[in-house]
Nanobody
Framework: QVQLVESGGGLVQAGGSLRLSCAAS????????IGWFRQAPGKEREFVAV????STYFIDSVKGRFTISRDNDMVYLQMNSLNPEDTAVYYC????????????????????WGQGTQVTVSS
């Protein structure tokens, strides 16, 4: 199985930056996509970004502001130009690497999940 642990959340002023980290372990981790999702109070969990190796995919609302990178068993989500709408609990998740990297950008397509890290952006 794949085990995931997120970290790096916190309180950030609007316009600021924050980097989230996802530490992964497991014998099949190298064959998995690592995605980031977020869930705000009262809202459904939504896809944010995913990385396979050099291939990435982002939801439209974060394109140009967020970047995702992978370094062995660590995956990072660099968030710039944050706004209050980015406030949410952020989760990293893993799935088997099949199909296009941007396909199936939904929670049900991911098999393993971390516990989440809170990101709060003040206005």
């Amino acid at each position: 199985q794949v085990q995931l642990v997120e970290s790096g959340g916190g309180l950030v002023q609007a316009g600021g930056s924050l980097r989230l980290s996802c530490a992964a372990s497991g014998r099949t981790f190298r064959n998995h996509d690592i995605g980031w999702f977020r869930q705000a109070p009262g809202k459904e969990r939504e896809f944010v970004a995913v990385i396979r190796w050099t291939s990435t995919y982002f939801i439209d609302s974060v394109k140009g502001r967020f970047t995702i990178s992978r370094d062995n068993d660590m995956v990072y989500l660099q968030m710039n130009s944050l706004n209050p709408e980015d406030t949410a609990v952020y989760y990293c998740a893993a799935r088997s690497s099949t199909g296009g990297v941007g396909s199936r950008p939904y929670p049900w397509a991911y098999n393993y999940w971390g516990q989440g890290t809170q990101v709060t952006v003040s206005s």
